[in-house]
Each structure stands twice: as C-alpha cells, then as structure tokens.
C-alpha cells in the first residue's frame, strides 16, 4: 500500500504547477517540499491515503506560505472540506445532487436540457470544477480569489455548487443552442479553462444565492440537501440577511414527493 501511495505522489509531484515559478525547474527543493507534505498527510490519514488531486490543491497553499510546516497544517484543514476526503464519491453525490435540484429551481431550461440528454444529469462536465474548486479553471492568481470566496462560506455553505451553477449560466446558452451531446459538452467546458472571467462567475454565483436567498421558499428536497443552514446562519456570513426562510413545500409538507421538484 504505501508503495504505491509513495510512487503515485511521485508521479503527481513532477507535473504540478511546474510553469509556476515556485516549482520550475529541475531538482527544486520546494517540489521535494511538496512531495514530503503530501507523504506525511498519506501517513497520518491512512484510510485516506493519497487521491490524486490533492498536490493539486497543496501546491498553492505551500507557494502561498512558503512553509512545509504551516504548508502541511493548512492542507489538513482544506482536506477536512474537499470532496478528495473520501476519495471524491459520498461528497461528490451530494454536491451533484444538490447541483441538480438547485437547477431545476434556478436554471429551469438548462436543466430540462440535460434531463433530455443521455447522460446530461450526470453532470460530467463539472466534476474537475468540484474535485480541485475550480483550480485548473482560472489563471493562478484569480483560482486563489476562488478559494477564498468558497472558504468564506465554509463549513455552512456549499459555494462551489454555485459557482459551477454560475458557469452554466453564463456559459451555457451555446449549449442549448447547439443541443450539444455529452461529449461535446464535456470538451466545450474544457476548453472554457483559462477563459472564463472570474470576475464574471463569482458576480454571478453571488447573484444565485442573492436569488435562493430571496425566494419565500425553497422545494424540500432542497432543504434536505442543506441541513446546515436552516437558520440562516450561512447568509449573514455571506452577507446577505436572511431572517425566515420556509423549506418544506406548501403543497407536501414533507409528505411524498414534492411537486414543485421539476418544472412541469
């Protein structure tokens, strides 16, 4: 097991942000730097291990502070909120589901698109966007103002998912238009990396939760997907006050399904 956690890492290591000049060239102690960091995170998180991803998501923070000690302490507290932390399956489902249903409500025709697509709600074209938050997304500078607008709202609110939601709205209409197949879709999205304006999709993402926020209220399925901010809590922090915010239904009550789950 460690053997191939250790040869894994390896490979990892040498192909992290080498354009970066706090990792370029060869025999760079900073990339040995980050290779021991995610090798002692291997070794105390053994149920974890090493997710490939996850020197994706060090990188910065070891370049940011510049050292392997504070460098390692700040991985083990990004770690406790990444997808990575279960190798990317339970954590992942539950951000695309609530992706999903936060859709229907915000973003009715996209949705009903993909519902009509083969394989358009499994959501493949976001899936790199939740695993490393938009990292490979944005030039270096602008995905570290990413994180900090998702670690604002952390542990209470899951930003990411409006941030992916922000991109298929501004983003999406060529896809409507095109009724691009999944595959398309996928490689259209990809190629949206390093182009998009994070001034743009942050406005944007703030916007959808303006919107939720200001709904009188929310399908249940929604309010069983965030149990964390029934209070409200998670807007004040995002600065937007929200007092009474009803969750179940009028129509179910939280009684069978909801019926205003999907657009008729």
Same mark, same amino acid.
């Given at each position: ?87 990317? +399956?339970?954590?992942? +489902? ?5 992706? %999903? ?43 570290? @103002? ?63 939760? +303006? ?16 149990? @964390? ?16 915010? %009803? ?18």
């Amino acid at each position: 097991f460690w053997q191939k956690v250790q040869c894994t890492v390896e490979k990892d290591v040498v192909r992290t942000d080498r354009s970066q000049p706090f990792f370029a060239g060869d025999n760079n102690p900073n990339t040995a730097m980050l290779q021991e960091i995610l090798l002692c995170y291997a070794a105390r998180e053994p149920e974890i291990g090493y997710t490939q991803g996850m020197s994706d998501l060090l990188a910065p923070l070891l370049a940011a502070v510049q050292d392997e000690v504070d460098a390692f302490a700040c991985f083990v507290g990004l770690m406790r909120f990444s997808v990575l932390m279960d190798g990317g +399956h339970s954590s992942m +489902h539950r951000q695309l589901d609530l992706m %999903r249903e936060v859709m229907v409500v915000q973003l009715p025709p996209f949705y009903s698109f993909l519902a009509r697509t083969a394989g358009g709600s499994d959501l493949l074209f976001c899936h790199r966007w939740l695993l490393l938050s938009f990292k490979r997304e944005f030039p270096h500078a602008e995905a570290l @103002r990413v994180w900090e607008a998702c670690w604002a709202s952390q542990p209470y609110f899951p930003f990411t998912v409006f941030l992916c939601l922000a991109v298929a709205a501004v983003y999406g209409n060529e896809v409507l238009e095109r009724r691009m197949p999944v595959d398309e879709m996928l490689l259209y999205f990809s190629k949206l990396s390093q182009q998009m304006s994070v001034e743009v999709v942050l406005h944007q993402a703030r916007a959808l939760v +303006h919107q939720l926020a200001a709904m009188p209220f929310v399908p249940c399925r929604i309010a069983a997907l965030l149990p @964390r901010i029934l209070d409200g809590g998670a807007f004040e922090l995002s600065g937007v006050k929200k007092t009474a915010w %009803r969750f179940s239904c009028e129509e179910c009550r939280g009684d069978g399904p909801c019926p205003r789950r999907y657009p008729s």
